[in-house]
């Protein structure tokens, strides 16, 4: 880098250029989803946590993926929030960078999670007098954790391959976040490697983990075809079913997202997809989960009985 470059120090999120009254309007409503989705998710943490029937694999896989979201969601919003309320819309370069690696991180561990957490279907209903052996305890954690330090790592390779480039302006970023394609455009030299590298890592994370989703329910809706209870066929759509909406949703919106041609998204569709699955992707998954699993609406209801009782 040249000795006459000059870093930037803070940058202005322009989020969605609306008028000032409907920024009030939307700060409410996304702060409504905002809060809907802090509940949501704390609500399936919360019945994990205190109901012994949930304290399997499959929920614990659950509560991780609840985790996941709030924090997802609170790397973002709260930031969002501030600047549809303040003149000033201004975020430090280091927070910038620092919002950046903690979306990326947090949306690839929300992608392996969807993973493990097919495979733990694949293994409870394909494989299910080995259930217990495969999917034990130390297993469970180990899967959990190697999501999270791998998520971490690959986020850390974006980071750093960015904290090469110069940064000497724009200093406007057209989002409502640090979005990292709005943070190549800040930089003043060529971003080409760190595209590819985006882009494979794209790839890597979620055309690879979408087809492993796919081949494992493949053979799960064979293994579900084979059972000759109705009520074991109703209970394991219902199960699978409730994982694969999530799953449609979040893969959906990020393929979308990072796959498509650049061309085919103007930036303020590409901010309407980054809000679905930053936001609403977040509040939808403990929705879908409550509504569509007999297991957690049956732990709600022991658990408003207990409150009613005392």
Known sequence: MGSNQTWITEVILLGFQVDPKLEVFLFAFFLLFYSLTVMGNGLILGLIWLDPRLHTPMYFFLSN???????????????????????????????????????????????????????????????????????????????????????????LVHITLILRLPFCGPQKINHFFCQIMSVFRLACADTRLNQIVLFEGSVFVLVGPLCLVLVSYMHILLAILRIQSKE???????????????????????????????????????????????????????????????????????????????
């Open 65 to 155: 993926l609840a985790i996941v979201d709030m924090s997802y969601a609170s790397s973002i919003v709260p930031k969002m929030l501030a600047n549809l309320i303040m003149e000033t819309k201004t975020i430090s370069f280091a927070p910038c960078l620092l919002q950046t690696f903690l979306y990326l991180a947090l949306a690839v561990t929300e992608c392996m999670s969807l993973v493990v957490m097919s495979y733990d279907r694949y293994v409870a209903i394909c494989h299910p007098l080995h259930y217990t052996v495969i999917m034990s305890w130390r297993i469970c954690t180990i899967l959990a954790a190697t999501c999270w330090i791998f998520s971490f790592l690959l986020a």
């Open 232 to 310: 074991g066929r109703r209970k394991a759509f219902s199960t699978c079913s409730s994982h694969l909406c999530v799953v449609g949703l979040f893969f959906g919106s990020a393929i979308v997202m990072y796959l498509a041609p650049k061309s085919s998204h103007s930036q303020e569709q590409r901010k309407i997809l980054s809000l679905f699955y930053s936001l609403f992707n977040p509040m939808l998954n403990p929705l879908i989960y409550s509504l569509r699993n007999w297991e957690v609406k049956a732990a709600l209801r022991r658990f408003l009985g207990k409150k009613s009782s005392v």
